[in-house]
């Protein structure tokens, strides 16, 4: 087969022309179509070209794909109404998410036409909570490899293996980098290697939401060990077999990846997922001033939950900068939610460290006090001063309660970040609605076993007052006669757009003011004036609201001079920037 050659351009103006993959038998010409070399079943074999039943008669005499497939010729819409008759007809959730698996391992434009067609339905079932179960499952039940994965004990070989991923062949083929070192999965812990199927679920949700162009990302596993004992013990465990590394030997190796990535792919933003609370912090703190790069379980769910705090506020209608937050659960999440809102509130006329004592929070040991020993760099700006709490009740093993925190302060915002379920209860909530007259709730812990609270025992205790936001999907709630719809207070409606916006101006850093500026974009989106209107907007308009992101995100990288390329308008540049799952026209060469 002839080596690859470039042989046009594609897309927006001026955009090279570029490989969809790794293969060596096809490219992309000036009007969109492929040009391959690929013969028979090879064709079939590559799922960025595969087009089944859709190769027209034409394609098939060309492609010599004539007698390897039924005659009959489809349309992707008659696939992917067939795909979705088999996706509804499969036994549980986990079922669905290996058919989509493989779906995208045979086609990958009719996977990502279908999920974008059934974007909400489809989003837990190829991300959170569903992928939670196929992480578990990752070494017993391996289908195609996806992804790069880099192991700590093979620091050499890092380079090597971004070179040999599927993505583009040159240092501007590749836009986003998703990376893991899966110590911190969702609300299941440490799962060692299988925790690539985050970062293939997030580059997924990117894809569907706000058509990031799916070849030119890489998923990549940070392997430095798991310390799940049962791992270590499976002799069938496919990652790196021992406890975790820490310490300077784990900090080299993340410089050795980032240092290595920039180097191949220059243009391409570093996301963070799932990496455990020391470590992502230390990461962000690194990185964030000096490269293109975001943690999102810091800083993504930061955002939501400040357009969640605002949406809710329109309801409401008082100022950010008047409220009294108790965070429960303050973690890597937790403070990173303190930080971007106390940020916001110095907008609204706060000095920084005003801010901060708007601030209690509580973790595993109760509310986060000056002389606590054992407090994160990340937690001591919340820190209460001794003196102040030197009367409240303080358990000698557990430190001061939720319940006494709530009962002495009247936050008008609860926030949930703890994973503890029911944390939230009627004691609680009634004593809270006792001290406002619109309490916003948000038990945002994930999955819905995790909550902190149900949506309906939330408006039940409030007298239907609560304004609520929930990390998991909840169905609406019925009381006094009206409908509450519960908004979903998804990092899905952050990140697409965020990298999007990121991308189409390839911006050097990744500030707190764009995360606020998506932060707004999606708070003026809510309808403020329906009783029991969600205070975000519903996740059927993920794709509309990706692009008011990715437009606000663009704008103020643009305001804060941030950007390396200054598009003449920022919104047709955005959506022309957004990638279509539709067949192109192949050509035989």
Known sequence: MPAFQSTGKVGAAGEPARRMGRTKFYCVADDGSFQISARGFDVLRTPQI?????????EREALRLVGLLPPAVLTLEQQAERAYELFVK???DLARNTFLTAMRDRNETLFFHLLASHVVEMLPVIYTPTVGLAIQQYSHQLRRPRGVFLSIDRPHEIESALRNNEAGDGPDDVDLIVATDAEAILGIGDWGVGGIDICIGKLSVYTAAAGIDPSRTIPVMLDVGTNRQSLLDDPLYLGYRNRRVRGDPYRAFIDAYVSTALRVYPNALLHWEDLGASNARWVLNTYRSSICTFNDDVQGTASIVLAAVVGALKVARGRLRDQRFVIFGAGTAGSGVADL???AMTSDGLSREEAARRFWCVDRNGLLIEDMLDLYDFQRPYARPTSEVAQWHRDPERGIALA???????????????GVTGAFDEAIVRQMAR????????PLSNPTALAEAEPGNLIAWSDGKALIATGSPF????YGGAMYFIAQANNAMIFPGLGLGTIVTRARLISDGMFAAAAAAIA???DASQLGAPILPPMERMR?????VAVAVASQALREGLARVVPPDVEAAVRNAMWQPRYRCIEAI
């Open 524 to 526: 003026d989106m809510v």
């Open 544 to 548: 509309d609201v990706s692009i008011r």
């Open 404 to 418: 006494e925190v709530v009962r002495r302060v009247a936050p008008t915002v609860l926030i949930g970040s703890s």
């Open 341 to 343: 809102i106390a940020e």
């Open 50 to 58: 595969n087009k089944g039943t859709a190769f027209t008669e034409r």
């Open 435 to 442: 001290g406002t007259p619109r309490p916003i709730i948000l």
């Open 475 to 478: 169905a609406p709630v019925e």
């Open 90 to 92: 499969q036994a549980d």
